[in-house]
């Protein structure tokens, strides 16, 4: 494939399955999109390659290696982006996750480590190469908002806090994993009786992280940051919910951050399905 100038590069995470697959299944197809490659984020090379296949290996994707767990695949990842993609990025869409019911301080350190931590060290890394006018979105979920309307007010002030910087959020993140540790996530303010208490507060601090990644990189390079909710879509995380939408619906809600116009979205906000969401409310999970 031989790179232009002009060429843009969206990259998406987690994609070799589930709802990432179908967004890089519709960028593909998307006729709008001229002189548009997209970078199939994979954790494993094997299952990455295989995705490409079963879309029929289009001529504007390539499979990119990356583990967001990793310093080093992050690391070999933008070389490769350098060496053969020009180097620079457009779009970002962070949408690799895990799930897991078990309520465990590995667990957590685990589900934190993909879902927050992969995250933010991504993006970090990335900020040098994301254009002026760039997008990063950041695949949340609506429990993010559940998870803090049931938590204590102290709670939902700090985690909504116009000043709330990276380091306070980290404070705030290894407070609950510790807290998982000693069964003692009450006491701090969370309601042990949320459902996916540990998945959705990764989602949670997905929320806020995406709030202060917009304030700091809107004055330095005019990148948006925003994160979204696909729904509820049947997928293997959802051990492919019966009530739930298809994984092209979920897709339908990302690309909705990466085709409106930025007139139209308020930066560092969280939607669903076009809608702007708020981030402490008792949503529906389904749609
Ligand atoms: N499905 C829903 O109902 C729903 C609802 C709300 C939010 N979401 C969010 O939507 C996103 C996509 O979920 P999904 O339902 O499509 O899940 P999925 O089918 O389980 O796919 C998750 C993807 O993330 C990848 N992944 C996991 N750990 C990774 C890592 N360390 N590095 C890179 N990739 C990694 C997986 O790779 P492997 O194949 O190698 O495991 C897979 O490609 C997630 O952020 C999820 O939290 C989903």
Known sequence: ??????????????????????????????????????????????????????L??????????????SLESILAAI???KCKHGGRLDVVINNAAIGDLEFTIDTARKMFSTNYYGMKTLNEHLLPLIRENGRVINVSSACGPIVLYEASKDLQDKYSSSTLNLEQLDCLVEDFISAVG??????????????????????AAVI???????????????????SVCPGLCATDMTNNAPDGSPAEVG?????????????????????????????IGMLSRKN
């Open 79 to 81: 070389d490769e982006i």
């Open 1 to 54: 494939m031989s790179l232009t100038s002009q060429q843009r590069i969206i990259l998406v995470t987690g994609a070799n399955k589930g709802i990432g697959f179908e967004v890089v299944k519709k960028l593909a197809k998307d006729s709008s999109l001229t002189n548009t490659v997209i970078l199939l984020g994979s954790r494993d090379l094997k299952r990455g390659q295989d995705a490409l296949t079963r």
């Open 56 to 69: 029929g290996c289009p001529n504007n994707v390539c499979v990119l290696h990356l583990d967001v767990t």
């Open 251 to 279: 897709a339908d809600s990302i690309l909705h951050l990466v085709n409106t116009d930025q007139s139209r979205l308020e930066n560092g906000c969280f939607y669903r399905a076009g809608q702007q969401l708020p981030q």
């Open 208 to 226: 806020s992280l995406t709030r202060i990644e917009a304030r700091q990189w809107f004055d330095t390079k005019n990148i948006l940051a925003f």
């Open 182 to 203: 000693t069964n003692t996530v009450g006491e701090l303010g969370y309601n042990p009786k949320t459902l996916y208490l540990i998945y959705s507060v990764t989602k």
